[in-house]
């Protein structure tokens, strides 16, 4: 433990160019490992599912851009990646929820969890895409440091408090 303490110390003082990427895999991992501490915290589910989706949805990119590396392209390719990373969020809470679907906002008939783990999916898209809007607007630069990212941590957190003091 003290090597390990001692290594970060002396990494302290070798500054490096940080970047700002919304899919880092050290958010990625950031945000799962919370996901699984939030639902031990008692966190209702459909905060941790708008969560889960946009973590899923984080993963189907890192799949895009697996596949890109290798030049591996068919038709539909992102659309299938990103269909599947998001359904995994059944595979992820199988044997701690049980699927029973609701009516929600009465026009869906779905479980909660998988209705907001696509809301958390379709509100990390919009807001990269909303960003992107931005930044072409202002002539191609962010409008402050880091913009790319707290652009959808605002939209979830939204979704987030909405969903904590409206459940569905």
């Not at 890192?62 to 599947?84: C, H, I, K, Q, Y």
Request: aromatic share 18%.
């Amino acid at each position: 433990m003290k090597i390990l303490l001692l290594f970060l110390s002396v990494l302290f003082f070798f500054p490096v160019k940080a970047s700002a990427n919304p899919a880092c895999p050290v958010c990625t991992i950031a945000i799962g490992a919370s996901l699984g501490v939030a639902r031990e915290l008692g966190v209702e589910d459909t905060v941790v599912g708008l969560w889960a989706g946009a973590l899923l949805t984080l993963l189907g990119y890192w799949a895009v851009v697996f596949f890109e590396r290798r030049n591996w392209r068919f038709v539909g390719r992102d659309f299938l990646l990103m269909l599947m990373s998001v359904g995994m969020i059944g595979f992820i809470y199988i044997n701690e929820v049980q699927y029973t679907p609701e009516v929600i906002w009465h026009v869906f008939y779905l479980d909660p969890i998988l209705f907001s783990a696509v809301l958390g999916m379709l509100l990390f898209v919009f807001s990269q895409k909303f960003y992107g809007w931005m930044k072409r607007r202002n002539n191609g630069h962010a409008h402050f440091p880091f913009e790319k990212v707290v652009l959808p941590l605002i939209f979830l957190l939204a979704a987030s408090l909405y969903f904590t003091y409206f459940p569905i």
